[in-house]
């Protein structure tokens, strides 16, 4: 999508991607490329273009607001042989470029996506370190040097993993990348499922952002880049361009008070950045909780009028209805509030969810983000939201549940020697191992690796579970959830907790300036309080989640979950019936918290295979 901003003169490139190259491309015809940019459509509905070379084939499907002919993509670069696809937004790209072209480089357009091409120039492979944004893009080189002629392709995404980017190897070993996996395969590359795959799923309710649940696509995981060249023959290795770095920041040299005063003036210049687009309306995810009642707040300080607000809540639902808190910021705020409401009667949403995922995904706010993005995208064409809160100020209750067990529990965590971080793994396990044995047929022995990037950090405390949050569960779960469903109805999300400064910043805190062992976000909680009331502060965490297990509590629910995991059902090619089975029953009888949650998660899995049968295989 392209968003003009007649205050900024930026050229803003929301859309999806595609880059093919190789050694023989000749079979990736126009109508090939054409159908497998179609399956992007959602993301880019209004031109899909691609330029193609000898060995590369650039193409980008792209939702436009205004039509203007400076920043579109592909792009090729003014003086060397480059060009690049790219989805997102640089929001340092002013200064990005006055550093350039005191650099000597000269510029064609006023748009961001010339920047990263001329940053690519300047600064190589390390480009992605001096941008500030959301983004993922694909550079083609085909440069001639002393060695002779490049045929290389650059890929890059963005440190938090909010804009996705796949690849995968077709027969005669040259590269597909893509915004979705649905557009690979419709470049002629089919899905392989994996076993092992849903053996993850199966763990975490959602694949991690290291891994997909074929055994022949790849992500490029948050934070890094890759690099393929068309002559060589070894696959790519993705590269970590960016972590959050352990830099404690010392209570003696800054004080709580300087602290929340920093982090105010970062969040507000992340909103600021934000709501660049002058001549586009830019609306807010408004559910009443501190994140994101706070990004309104300080969203509405930049525009003349009430900014659009949206809020969805849960018919029946008691505690987990959120509606009132978010009525009375928005009057509180001064915005122009749309409510909605989503039940255990929106099965079709579920299904139309579950049927766009590339991947099998089971967070229960999925039903709720769908809802709340078709919706808001008839409104406006971007959402500030507030996602990013919890993770970087301790938010969740699991930051502090180590201290506040029963006292068995405590007693038994002092015999089995486990930490803060061992017992939030056990706990953030959906499907244990010994679960998952008994569970799928080929009797996998589980390879999960529950840490991965967050082994890296040191520790086995709060920091090590902040550390998981931002590496694991933020991109797997949050931030894929959030791209696909707003994305599914043409709508951009931001998420200016997310700004990368403000994270660094923030994960250094003392853990004192940010939880206790009964609350987390303190520094947050009292900005907002120079806005809200403390008693609507400072009020149990409600969540986005839908309530699950009162959902299956009622009969006509139970009977949906009973004809989809029915005999025949897709998921008994991959799991025992028998153990199925049991654990509806005991969702249905005893209602007990796990066990509603695992049948929750198996039913996604039978609707997303149910959805997407055809499109994998299986070996």
Same mark, same amino acid.
């Given at each position: ?460 405390? @709060?920091? #090590? =579970?902040? $550390?998981?949050?931002? /590496? !694991?569960?933020? +991109? ?103 153990? @199925?089975? #049991? =654990?509806? $029953?005991?969702?249905? /009888? !005893?209602?007990? +918290? ?26």
């Amino acid at each position: 999508m392209e968003i003009w901003s007649n205050q900024n003169k930026q050229l803003i490139t929301m859309c999806g991607i595609l880059t093919i190259a190789g050694k023989n491309i000749g079979k990736y015809d126009t109508q090939k490329v054409g159908v497998a940019l179609q399956t992007l459509a959602h993301r880019g509905p209004d031109e899909q273009k691609e330029m193609r070379f000898e060995n590369c084939i650039l193409g980008q499907a792209r939702l436009s607001i205004i039509d203007l002919g400076g920043g579109k993509q592909p792009m090729r670069n003014n003086t060397e042989n480059i060009a690049i696809t790219f989805n997102g937004e640089i929001y340092n790209y002013k200064e990005l470029k006055e550093e350039l072209e005191k650099k000597g480089h000269k510029f064609s357009t006023q748009s961001d996506t010339e920047v990263i091409l001329k940053a690519y120039l300047e600064y190589g492979k390390e480009c992605p370190k001096y941008l500030d944004g959301m983004f993922a893009f694909a550079i083609w080189d085909e440069r001639q040097d002393k060695n002779g002629g490049k045929k290389e392709i650059f890929l890059a995404r963005d440190r938090f993993g909010k804009k996705p980017l796949y690849y995968a190897f077709d027969a005669e070993g040259g590269i597909v990348i893509a915004s979705e996996i649905k557009t690979i395969a419709a470049a002629g590359i089919r899905p392989v499922l994996d076993p092992e795959g849903i053996d993850a799923y199966l763990t975490f309710m959602y694949l991690p952002p290291w891994r997909t649940v074929y055994k022949n696509i790849f992500p490029i995981p948050p934070a890094h880049s890759a690099h393929f060249s068309v002559d060589a023959t070894e696959k790519i290795s993705p590269v970590r361009y960016w972590a959050l770095e352990q830099k404690p920041i010392d209570p003696k040299e800054v004080s709580y008070d300087d602290a929340k005063s920093h982090v105010k003036e970062l969040l507000v210049k992340a909103v600021e950045k934000r709501m660049l687009a002058s001549d586009v309306e830019v609306g807010s995810f408004l559910s009443g909780g501190v994140d994101s009642t706070l990004v309104t707040a300080y969203a509405q300080k930049f525009v003349s009028h009430p900014i659009k607000t949206f809020s969805v809540g849960y018919d029946g639902a008691g505690e987990k209805n959120e509606l009132p808190f978010a009525e009375v910021a928005a009057k509180k705020i001064g915005t122009d509030h749309h409510v909605l409401h989503a039940s255990a009667e929106n099965k079709d949403v579920l299904e139309n969810a579950m049927a766009y995922f590339d991947e099998p995904h089971a967070d229960s706010a999925d039903l709720a983000q769908y809802i709340l993005s078709e919706y808001t995208a008839k409104e406006v064409k971007v959402a500030l939201a507030g996602d990013g809160g919890d993770e970087l100020f301790l938010g969740y209750g699991w930051h502090t549940v180590f201290w506040n067990r029963p006292k068995l529990a405590r007693l038994k965590n002092m015999l089995t020697f486990a930490t803060p971080y061992s017992e939030h793994l056990r706990l953030v396990t959906q499907f244990s191992p010994t679960e998952r044995r008994r569970l799928m047929k080929d009797n996998l022995s589980s390879k999960v690796d529950m840490e991965h990037f967050s082994r890296d950090f040191i520790g086995t405390g @709060v920091e #090590k =579970i902040n $550390a998981f949050d931002i /590496t !694991t569960y933020l +991109p797997g779960q949050l931030l894929s959830k959030v791209d696909m469903m707003s994305m599914r109805h043409s709508l951009e999300v931001r998420c200016p907790l997310l700004d990368y400064q403000l994270a660094e910043y923030a994960y250094n805190l003392p853990r004192a300036y940010k939880m206790n062992t009964g609350t987390g976000k303190l520094i947050l909680k009292d900005l907002l309080a120079e806005i809200m009331p403390r008693e609507f502060v400072d009020r149990k965490k409600q969540g986005f989640g839908a309530p699950v297990r009162h959902w299956l509590s009622q009969p006509d629910m139970q009977k949906y979950v009973e004809k989809n995991l029915a005999p025949g059902a897709k998921i008994y090619s991959l799991l025992r019936e028998e153990e @199925v089975r #049991k =654990i509806l $029953a005991a969702a249905f /009888t !005893t209602k007990r +918290p796990k066990e509603s949650y695992q049948t929750w998660i198996l039913l996604c899995l039978e609707l997303w295979l149910k959805s997407h049968e055809g499109f994998y295989r299986v070996d």
